[in-house]
Each structure stands twice: as structure tokens, then as C-alpha cells.
């Protein structure tokens, strides 16, 4: 690079005489507005489409279809045995996937890094920063695996 400033630069000076104004970089914003929004809104509306609606028909037909012949209690009896399972293996997912976390969160110990490994750096932060951290953690565990 010259010690030249940017007005004595030959190329800018050139742009400058035919008229043209460089550009500056700008900082990146994200776009926000109605315009956004809309996009968002259409996004979220497309892909509730896409996973809802073949469901929402197949229920429908299903219900139709044992409703024609008969047997509802028979559907309603295997929607209901269908959300049970679905509610116990949740929940089974839920504990095991929360004790890992609180496992994971109390058992961690900075000091037990030595201080020649440069992968996590947490063995050299301030006590203060590690506990604000270990808080943190704590604080996300249950959000995080709900």
C-alpha cells in the first residue's frame, strides 16, 4: 500500500472525475420491517402446511374410514394408546436427557484442565467467570432439553 491518502489514490481520484462516488462498506444489517415479516410469516404458514396438512388428512381419513364401518371406539382407542406412548417416551426422553445435563454440569471442573491445553481455555478464566458460567450452564440445562 502508498502512503497516499484516499483522495490522492489515481483510481479513486479517476472514479471521482467520471462522476462516480466509491462506495464505502456499511455495516450488514439484517432486514426488518412488514416486508419481513411477511416473508416470515409465509416461511412459518408454507411449512405448517407441509408437515400439517398430509397428518391432519390422514387422520381424517382414517376417522372417516373406521367411522363408515363401525368401529370409532376402535380409532379413538388407538389415537389415545398412540399419544400415551408418545407422552411416556417423552418424558422418559426428557429425564434422561436432563440427568446427562445436570450430570455433565456439576461434574465439570476447570481446575482439573491442565493449564497446557489451549482447546477449552476454561482451566485459566477468572473464579468469577467460571462460576458465571457454571450458573449460566445450570440455568439452560432444563430449557435446553425440554
Same mark, same amino acid.
Given at each position: 500500500?502508498?502512503?497516499?491518502?484516499?483522495?490522492?489514490?489515481?483510481?479513486? &481520484?479517476?472514479?471521482?472525475? @467520471?462522476?462516480?462516488?466509491?462506495?464505502?462498506?456499511?455495516?450488514?444489517?439484517?432486514?426488518? %420491517?412488514?416486508?419481513?415479516?411477511?416473508?416470515?410469516?409465509?416461511?412459518?404458514?408454507?411449512?405448517?402446511?407441509?408437515?400439517?396438512?398430509?397428518?391432519?388428512?390422514?387422520?381424517?381419513?382414517?376417522?372417516?374410514?373406521?367411522?363408515?364401518? %363401525?368401529?370409532?371406539?376402535?380409532?379413538?382407542?388407538?389415537?389415545?394408546?398412540?399419544?400415551?406412548?408418545?407422552?411416556?417416551?417423552?418424558?422418559?426422553?426428557?429425564?434422561?436427557?436432563?440427568?446427562? @445435563?445436570?450430570? @455433565?454440569? &456439576? %461434574?465439570?471442573?476447570? @481446575?482439573?484442565?491442565?493449564?497446557?491445553?489451549?482447546?477449552?481455555?476454561?482451566?485459566?478464566?477468572?473464579? &468469577?467467570?467460571?462460576?458465571?458460567?457454571?450458573?449460566?450452564?445450570?440455568?439452560?440445562?432444563?430449557?435446553?432439553?425440554?
Amino acid at each position: 500500500m502508498s502512503d497516499r491518502p484516499h483522495g490522492e489514490d489515481p483510481f479513486i &481520484r479517476h472514479l471521482r472525475e @467520471a462522476g462516480i462516488r466509491p462506495q464505502w462498506p456499511t455495516q450488514p444489517s439484517f432486514p426488518s %420491517g412488514p416486508r419481513t415479516r411477511r416473508r416470515i410469516g409465509f416461511v412459518v404458514l408454507l411449512f405448517l402446511a407441509v408437515v400439517l396438512l398430509p397428518a391432519l388428512t390422514m387422520r381424517l381419513a382414517d376417522w372417516l374410514w373406521f367411522r363408515e364401518i %363401525g368401529f370409532e371406539r376402535v380409532f379413538l382407542t388407538k389415537i389415545a394408546a398412540q399419544w400415551a406412548t408418545g407422552a411416556v417416551a417423552g418424558v422418559v426422553a426428557f429425564a434422561v436427557l436432563y440427568g446427562n @445435563a445436570r450430570l @455433565a454440569v &456439576r %461434574g465439570f471442573d476447570p @481446575a482439573s484442565i491442565p493449564p497446557h491445553d489451549h482447546i477449552g481455555g476454561l482451566g485459566t478464566l477468572e473464579p &468469577r467467570v467460571r462460576a458465571a458460567i457454571e450458573r449460566g450452564a445450570n440455568a439452560l440445562a432444563l430449557p435446553w432439553t425440554a
